[in-house]
């Protein structure tokens, strides 16, 4: 499941607080790492400044000529002075995109290279993670599967490129075009940067005062919505097996939980990117206001009319959206360019202590028997009758009239072709698929069509273990504990470690490091994760389990052992087999063959059945073989 019991969801509160954590220390090593780069590339630095003189001379002609233009053209009475001076700015424009055109190159020569270091770390860290997780199988890092290096390698580096190059952009413009503008107005009339300077400078205090709040609320914001994304994606794949143990609630409950976190860093985020607004009103639009409320006073005190028209066009056309594109950019870019750099920086974690050391401690005697509802004692475990089955109205039936009793403490075995209805039959009986028609009883209870049992109830009567059997990232009492009631508390570790020495997974244990290890499901293999699968089913309280092939991908030893504990365990078992040893085990066999299906012993079966002598001659030879 998505996330069961409390340790669960301590490790993976423990595992956000560390992702959501930025210490001082690795902020001044991204700093560090960010000024070494650029100090390594000279000369590009010395050429984006160039270029970006340009832009600063462009923004300097713009207001400066228009007030010369008007002061010593229009207003004065020489239109052609005016022109002239129009044609200043003009060529300044041209000018000021040539420069433009130059700077998208030098900022192209500083991102380039960011990316392709970034693209060598993950590479490079996407290695030692496959290499750490074959070493010790659950051990690993936590996201070693060749999806999570394919999406850091993609999505992430391209964010990182565009927004340092945007975040470069940006800053460089701001700079130049404050450089520009200033020059022009100490050149127009010093007393106009009394009027501009401190509104300015009191706008950029307050947007750099927000920064660092910004950017931890948008580091909040994207770690809230991987873990939605990671909590939504590990439930769509596990949503047979949350039917199959009744845990839709709590799953519900805990993809709830990460909307609501979402939800709420956003509202944060949302918030805090208010105080942009506030800059922006501060630095950019507050000293339009006070030119034109002090526009009286300052034409008494010497400032021409020109003046005040250049002071204007600064303002508006050149301070204005600079400021705007700097605190978007530093605001938005900025904040996600710091997050994503630092995860694509963050090194493989320790694999810690070899997990072969941990012991484990002397284990007491196997689990007790499973108890019989106590509205079920003397009747049969699972009844069927008359079930028919068929995946869709025009399909030919998978099951067709099925009759079948299995009594409380039965061990039935379910044998057949490829697609004679095993795994069907198995599905019916769990309560994840409803009949056509016919009856299905747990206990004396139905299961379905009309009156289905609650998923707590129905969870509380059979377990079912599929072929594919699920295990989730977290710890391993978790992954052993998550089908366990609430109440009346937790199993000791002692009968934990029971039922996984009974069912045959101590060695597998142990090299997770006992109990409290770390299962990565990714670093484990299939059959790795149906001896996990065993052990959590052999621990539930349900009186009725179903392996669907539960051991298919273990040796034919080991199976052994996981099926004659299922036995000793008590309560009703139903094994869908894929071996011969699997039949001889049980009481009786199923043998699905169409119209032909039959039921019996091992030995009346071989007389009667030539479908089921001939799985028998085959498993046979396999087992020779």
């Known amino acids: 499941m998505a996330e069961s019991g409390k340790g669960s969801g301590k490790d993976r509160g423990k595992a956000t607080a560390r992702l959501r954590a930025e210490p001082r220390s690795a902020r001044r090593g991204l700093g560090r790492a960010g000024s070494a780069f650029l100090l390594r590339r000279p000369r590009v630095l010395v050429a984006l400044a160039g ?17 010369r233009a008007l002061d010593d053209g229009f207003l004065a009475g020489r239109p052609a002075t005016g022109l002239a001076w129009l044609s200043g700015a003009a060529s300044g424009l041209l000018l000021g995109a040539w420069g433009t055109a130059r700077v998208y190159r030098q900022v192209a020569a500083l991102a380039e290279p960011l990316r392709d270091e970034l693209v ?19 051990r690993g890092a936590g996201d070693a599967s060749g999806t999570g290096v394919v999406s850091r390698l993609t999505h992430q580096v391209e964010i990182a490129r565009d927004s340092f190059a945007g975040l470069v952009m940006v800053s460089r413009s701001f700079v130049f075009t404050l450089a520009g503008a200033a020059l022009g107005l100490a050149a127009l009339a010093p007393v106009l940067l009394l009027v501009v300077v401190p509104p300015l400078v009191a706008g950029l205090a307050v947007f750099a005062g927000t920064l660092r709040p910004l950017a931890r609320r948008q580091r909040d914001f994207l770690v809230a ?48 990117g208010v105080t942009r607004a506030v800059a922006l009103g501060l630095g950019g639009r507050l000293p339009v206001v006070l030119l034109l409320l002090l526009t009286p006073w300052l034409l008494r005190h010497g400032v021409s009319a020109g003046a005040l028209a250049g002071a204007l066009t600064y303002l508006t056309q050149a301070l204005l959206p600079a400021l705007q594109s700097l605190v978007h950019g ?37 689990r007790r028997a499973a108890a019989v509802p106590a509205a079920g004692r003397g009747v ?20 067709s009239g099925l009759d079948l009793t299995v009594p409380a403490g039965g061990r039935l075995a379910v044998v057949g072709p490829s697609g004679a209805g095993k795994s069907t039959l198995a ?10 028609d016919g009856e299905i009883k747990l206990y004396g209870q139905p299961v379905a069509p009309e009156q289905p049992l609650p998923g707590q109830q129905l969870a509380g009567q059979r377990v079912l273990i599929p072929q594919e059997s699920y ?79 539960a051991g298919s991908h273990l040796d034919p030893a080991a199976e ?20 011969i040893s699997s039949a001889l085990r049980a009481e009786r066999v199923l043998v699905l063959d169409g119209e032909r299906t039959c039921c019996g012993t091992h030995p009346e079966l071989l007389e009667c059945s030539a479908l089921y002598r001939d799985l028998a001659a085959g498993w046979a030879t396999r087992s020779r073989v």
């Open 330 to 366: 530093l605001g938005g870019a900025g904040a996600r360019l710091a997050v994503v750099i630092g995860r694509l920086r963050e090194g493989a974690p320790d694999p810690g202590p070899e997990a072969p050391g941990t012991p484990l401690p002397s284990l007491p005697g196997p």
């Open 471 to 549: 295990v989730f990232t977290g710890g391993v009492r978790d992954n052993l504990c998550c089908l366990l009631p609430e109440h009346p508390g937790p199993l000791p570790g002692p009968v934990l470690l029971s039922a996984v020495e009974t069912v045959g997974a101590q060695g597998l244990v142990r090299r997770l490091g006992g109990l409290d290890g770390w299962v990565d499901p990714v670093a484990l293999s299939a059959g790795e994760r149906q001896q996990l699968a065993l052990a959590r089913a052999y621990l539930s309280p349900a009186p009725l389990a179903v392996l669907d092939e």
């Open 380 to 399: 049969p475990a699972l009844e069927l009758r008359g079930v028919t089955f068929a995946y869709g109205p025009a399909a030919a039936p998978v099951l």
């Open 225 to 272: 919505d991987e873990e939605l994304a990671r909590e939504v994606g590990t439930t769509v794949r596990a949503l047979r097996d949350v039917t199959a143990c009744g845990a839709e609630e709590t799953v519900c409950r805990s993809v709830e939980r990460r909307v609501t976190a979402e939800r709420r860093a956003a509202d944060a985020l949302a918030r805090w």
């Open 427 to 436: 599905l019916l009986v769990a309560g994840l698929l409803r009949p056509s």
């Open 120 to 138: 060598r770390r993950v590479v490079g860290r996407g290695l030692y993670e496959a290499v750490a997780a074959t070493g010790a199988p659950g």
């Open 560 to 579: 052994e052992v996981a099926e004659s504990a299922f036995i000793r365990r008590g309560g009703a078992l139903v094994v869908i087999a894929h071996r």
């Open 51 to 67: 270029w970006s003189v340009l832009e600063a001379a462009h923004t300097f002609a713009l207001g400066f000529a228009l007030a």
